[in-house]
């Protein structure tokens, strides 16, 4: 009985080894730092803070607007070339409901330029149409610029 226990632990203290040295050869992806911006529109103000990476991004961001009201919430999706594309999923002037919508970025010059387009649901998923093309004018939406 004393052996059938040793081999036991024997065998279970040298899986445990296995493990851990295998855990410290993998490669794993290093972490991407996040990025303040600010972007002003008009009387509003946005901040955001965002990891972005060669194929995803994801932060927080928080639109102040002028009367006092704010939308605060995440952001996550894709990186395709140029353009950020994915959620945002955020509080409506502090309501206790969440809202999710599409939102899309295109990165031009170290900014980020907030796009807008038209939205379609399906399955009660909002999107993007992609009949329609996304507006970037750099007046007419927020203008993320880095922050030290």
């Not at 290093?30 to 946005?46: C, E, G, I, M, R």
């Amino acid at each position: 009985m004393q052996t059938l226990i040793h081999n036991y632990l024997r065998s279970f203290a040298l899986a445990g080894l296995l493990v851990a040295m295998l855990s410290c050869n993998q490669n794993h992806p290093k972490a991407v730092p996040a990025t303040k911006y600010v972007a002003y529109l008009n009387a509003d103000t946005a901040f955001a803070t965002m990891e972005i990476s060669k194929a995803l991004f994801k932060g927080v961001l928080e639109i102040r607007y002028n009367n006092g009201y704010k939308d605060s919430g995440n952001v996550k999706g894709f990186v395709k070339g140029d353009t950020l594309m994915g959620e945002y999923h955020y509080q409506k002037y502090w309501f206790p409901v969440w809202k999710r919508d599409p939102i899309i970025f295109l990165k031009k010059g170290g900014k980020l330029i907030m796009g807008k387009g038209s939205v379609k649901y399906t399955m009660g998923i909002p999107h993007y149409n992609n009949l329609y093309p996304i507006d970037y004018t750099e007046t007419k939406h927020f203008v993320f610029v880095p922050v030290k």
